[in-house]
C-alpha cells in the first residue's frame, strides 16, 4: 500500500470531497472541498464492490443453467499478472475465495494492459486491455481478437448447422480482424470493405444500431460489429 501511495500518479491526480465536508445551507453555492485519494479509500470502495459482486454471483443464474461471465477493470488473481512487483496489488487483486465459491466461465479484465491469461479453480482469467493506440504488446501476450472470442456451449451447436455448411469462418475472421484494428485506431468499419458474407450477417444482427455519418459511405462502430462477428464465430468453430 504504501508504494501505491509512493510511486502512483493516481492519488496525486484524483480527488474526492474532504470527509468533513458539509453545505449547510443548500440555498448557498460554497466551494467544494477536495482532496486526495488514498489507498485507503480505493481499498474500501474495493470492498463495496467486492461485496455487491460476491451477492450476484449468489442469486441463481437468470438462464438456469446459463454460464457465468464477469467483467471488470482491475484483475481479479496475480496469476495473470506477468512479472510481479511491488504494485502488483494495485492492479490485480487475489480474489481467489470469490472464484472458488463461484462457477464462473470466464473472467475478462484489463488495467494492466498486459494480454496474459491463467485458469484458477475451472475459471478462466483472461485480461483483454486494448492499451493506448501507440502501446507495443510482448510476444508472450495473447492474441487480442482470440482472446475475446468465447467458444459456445455445447449444448447449442446443434442451432450452427446451417453455418456449417458452408465454410464463411476465414471471411469473418478476416472482417473482425479489420474491425479490431478500427477499434483500436478509432475510426468507424467502412461496409463496403466487408465480405459479401458479412454484411448479409450485419443486416440482420445490428438492424436498429447507430451507425456513424462519415463521407466514405455507409459504415458501422467498430464495437457493435466486433460483438456481432464474435458471436458468429463463436458459433462457426
Known sequence: MQSARRFMRDFDMISTKAPDYEKYDPDVVQPLHLVPITPEDTIRL???????????????HFAGQGRTFVVTHHGPHPSAAGPLDLLTPAFHSDLTDVIKQADIDTWFFGHSHRRLSSTVAGTRIQ????????EDHGQDEDDLAAACIVSEAPALQSLNEPWEQHDIHPALERDYAYALRCHETYTPVLLDKLSAETCVILRCELAGCASPIVPEGDAYYAADIMLALGRRLAGSR
Open 46 to 60: 474495493h470492498g463495496e464492490h467486492r461485496a455487491w459482486l460476491e451477492e450476484r454471483l449468489a442469486t441463481p
Open 127 to 134: 485480461n483483454i486491455s486494448i492499451g493506448y493506440p501507440d
